[in-house]
């Protein structure tokens, strides 16, 4: 089971829609994300949140796991969150990678749906620091990165996920550069796009292959890609 405290199960219920039931999504758009955060949720947290945490991540990783490489050292996450996928990567990969984490460290009191150039933050980092030290990744492994400061990373990394954030909530091409400096022809990309704004011939320029590996058509529907081979 995942460990997660009481301001880490609020966090989740930000970043993770789909923990919430329909009478909480519609209170978080009636008041607004600032009365949602710090007075509704306390009267309506799920008591079963970690089992429902566990599932809900569990599932992600069967929609990708056959696109995982054999092997690696290093997993960047665009857009990490709390980053609780990378406690289940670490568990596929026996507490051996290096994982490269980045978000925002901030929560926007405002609420923004879609996609846009410029999107809402909701996360705090130390909290995503500690849920993944205290769920047994070495904390000599975890190298967490504020995107709203400068980045350096000089490792190359064989792996890079972005769920629900890079390609869904805001462009691709926000990272790509980025990208591109610390890939290897080798590298394995698996992301998330927002369906209405993914167009394959335009991803075609960036990458040698792209596969469409799972749907969501939900409100905002969303395309999981598996890429390889991203073009310098
Ligand atoms: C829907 S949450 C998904 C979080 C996590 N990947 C998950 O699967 O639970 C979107 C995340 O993207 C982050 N985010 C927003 N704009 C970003 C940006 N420009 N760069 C990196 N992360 C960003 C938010 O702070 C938030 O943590």
Redesign the pocket.
Known sequence: MIKLNQKSKK??L????ELLTQKQSWLRKKFGRLLFTNIFIHFFQKKNLELITEEL?LR?VETFKNFLPVSLKNIM?????????NINLNKIYKNEPHFFL???N??DKKIKYGFSS??????DLNETRNILFENNIKYSHIHIFD?DKKIEINNKIDLV??????G???PLE??LNFLRACSTSRTKFIFDVNSDYFDNKSFMNYFENIKVIYEEKTIHPLKRIYCEGIKF
């Open positions: 966090l989740l930000l970043q993770r829609n991540f992600e996450d665009i857009g990490c969150g709390l980053g609780i996928i980045l978000d925002k901030k929560i410029n999107y809402e933050s909701y996360n995107v996920i972005s769920l629900k954030s890079m869904y909530h805001y926000n990272y």
